[in-house]
C-alpha cells in the first residue's frame, strides 16, 4: 500500500508539470496580455485628460510612449524576463506553495482565494449535503420499487431536472420568485445590514439569501447519484447471496440492511472524497454571476479576462493539485470501504 501511494505520488509531479507548460504556453499566445492592457488603458486616460481643454493638459497619444516608461511597465509585471525565465521562476514560487501576487488586485493569490472561498463553500457544501441526502434515499427507494408507478414517476422528474441546465433554472426562479412575488432576495449571500441582526436573525437571513442559488444548483446535480444508487442496488439484489438470504427466511429490511447496503454503496461512498473537496472548491461561474456571489469561479473568469496570470497559473496550480490528490484517496477509499480490492 505505502509503495503505491509514493509511486502515485510521484506520478503527480510530471502530470502537474505538464498541465503548467501547457498552459503557460497557452497563455504566451493570448492577446492583449497585461502590458497591451496597460498602454491601451494609459492611452484611453492621457485622451480623457484632454477633453477639459486646460492649458496643464498635453495630448501625447499620437507620440506613443517611450522606451524607458515601457521598459518600467514590463519589468512591473515581470515581462523584461523571456518565457523560460518567467516560467521557471513561477516554478521555484510554487515549490515553496507561493502563489504569487495579482497584477490589478494588488494583493496575494492565495489571500485572494480565501477572501472568495466562503462563497464557494456555501455553494458546493450546501449543494453536496442536499444532494447525497436526497439522492441516496431516492435511489433506494427506486430500487425497491423497481418498475412501479413511483420509479416511473420520480425517473421522469430526475431527468427532467437533470436535462434542464442550472443557469436557465436560476433565471426562471430569479424571475418567477425574486422578481414577481419577492419572496426571496436577487443578489449576494446576506442581507446589507447582516452585521446589525442578532444571530437568529443572522442564521435566518443567510438561509433566505441561499434558496434560489442552492436550488438551482442542486436539481440538476443530485440525478447523476440518484441512478447511480438505484442501479447499484439492483445490481446486488438480483445476485445469488441475496437468494440465499431470503432462503434463509430474513426479511427483505435485514437483507437490504445487513447484506445489500454495504456492497451497493462502495461505488458511490468512493466517491465522497471528490464531491466533498469539490465542495470546498469547485464553484459554478453561471450562478454566482446571475446571484452576484463573488466566488472563486468569478475570481477565474475575471482572471482569464482581465489576463491576470499570475491568478490564473495560480489557480490553476493549486486546484491541480487539489484534484491529484483527491482522485488518490477516491482510489484508495475502495481499499478502505471494501478490503478484498486490492491495489497493486
Known amino acids: 500500500m505505502l509503495g503505491y501511494i509514493f509511486k502515485r505520488l510521484l506520478l503527480m509531479i510530471p502530470t502537474l508539470f505538464g498541465v503548467l507548460v501547457l498552459t503557460f504556453v497557452i497563455l504566451q499566445f493570448v492577446p492583449g496580455g497585461p502590458v497591451e ?13 484632454t ?77 453536496f449535503l442536499i444532494s447525497y441526502g436526497v439522492a441516496i434515499p431516492l435511489g433506494i427507494r427506486k430500487a425497491v420499487k423497481a418498475g412501479s408507478r413511483f420509479d416511473l414517476i420520480t425517473t421522469f ?14 433565471v426562471a426562479l430569479l424571475v418567477v420568485f425574486g422578481g414577481q412575488l419577492q419572496w426571496f432576495p436577487l443578489r449576494g449571500l446576506v442581507s446589507s445590514n447582516w452585521a446589525d441582526l442578532s444571530w437568529p436573525a443572522k442564521i435566518v437571513d443567510y438561509l433566505w439569501h441561499i434558496v434560489l442559488p442552492i436550488t438551482s444548483m442542486v436539481l440538476g446535480s443530485f440525478a447523476g447519484i440518484t441512478m447511480l444508487t438505484k442501479n447499484s442496488f439492483l445490481e446486488e439484489i438480483r445476485k445469488q447471496y441475496v437468494l440465499t438470504a431470503r432462503a434463509k427466511g430474513l426479511s427483505e429490511q435485514q437483507i437490504l ?42 475570481l477565474s473568469y475575471e482572471a482569464v479576462i482581465r489576463r491576470d496570470y499570475p491568478v490564473v497559473m495560480g489557480t490553476l496550480f493549486l486546484f491541480t493539485l487539489i484534484g491529484l490528490l483527491t482522485k488518490l484517496i477516491s482510489d484508495l477509499s475502495y481499499v478502505w470501504v471494501d478490503p478484498r480490492v486490492k491495489l497493486d
Open 37 to 49: 492592457q496597460y498602454l491601451a488603458q494609459a492611452k484611453e486616460g492621457v485622451g480623457a485628460s
Open 51 to 127: 477633453e477639459g481643454g486646460g492649458s496643464g493638459s498635453i495630448y501625447r497619444g499620437s507620440q506613443g510612449m517611450d522606451e524607458k516608461r515601457l521598459a518600467e511597465i514590463k519589468a512591473l509585471y515581470g515581462f523584461d524576463k523571456s518565457a523560460p525565465e518567467r516560467f521557471w521562476q513561477m516554478l521555484v514560487q510554487f515549490s515553496s506553495f507561493d502563489l504569487g501576487r495579482s497584477f490589478y488586485q494588488n494583493k496575494d493569490v492565495a489571500e485572494l482565494i480565501f477572501e472568495k472561498l466562503p462563497v464557494s463553500i456555501t455553494l458546493g457544501l450546501w449543494t
Open 157 to 170: 422528474i430526475v431527468l427532467l431536472a437533470y436535462a434542464l441546465p442550472g443557469f436557465i433554472l436560476g
Open 257 to 298: 440492511r445487513k447484506h445489500v447496503l454495504r456492497n451497493a454503496l462502495l461505488p458511490i461512498m468512493t466517491g465522497f472524497p471528490a464531491a466533498f473537496i469539490g465542495a470546498f472548491f469547485g464553484s459554478s461561474l453561471l450562478i454566482e454571476t446571475l446571484f452576484s456571489l463573488d466566488g472563486l469561479g468569478l
